[in-house]
Nanobody, 125 residues
Framework: QVQLAESGGGSVQAGGSLRLSCAAS????????MGWFRQAPGKEREGVAE???????NYADSVKGRFTVSRDNAKSTLYLQMNSLKPEDTAMYYC???????????????????WGQGTQVTVSS
């Protein structure tokens, strides 16, 4: 078991930036695939970005070139740097941890076993 706690959400104007953080209660899970998902009102949860134990990353097409996922294993923390934010990025953002070292299948929520409570991101035009 691992507890995940997200932080860093907030309200920004379009074009702005935010950095989300996700602190894991057990460092051992930092060796596994970890990811970020989001869910907007009335929409299904979607994968945003993920990173495996070896630093390989996957991104949703909608965020490529704008978002960067990274991890600091020493701090047991996962990050999501979000730049050039758009109103359509508005959603609740969730951190998730897998029990596997690799992120397979790509950006699928059913591949993840542990979830945080989420942090709200609101982007105004």
């Amino acid at each position: 078991q691992v507890q995940l706690a997200e932080s860093g959400g907030g309200s920004v104007q379009a074009g702005g930036s935010l950095r989300l953080s996700c602190a894991a209660s057990r460092s051992t899970y930092m060796r596994n695939c970890m990811g970020w998902f989001r869910q907007a009102p009335g929409k299904e949860r979607e994968g945003v970005a993920e990173i495996d134990n070896y630093g390989s990353t996957n991104y949703a097409d909608s965020v490529k070139g704008r978002f960067t996922v990274s991890r600091d294993n020493a701090k047991s923390t996962l990050y999501l740097q979000m730049n050039s934010l758009k109103p359509e990025d508005t959603a609740m953002y969730y951190c998730a941890a897998s029990t596997g070292r690799f992120c397979r299948p790509v950006l699928r929520d059913y591949a993840y076993s542990f979830w945080g409570q989420g942090t709200q991101v609101t982007v105004s035009s």
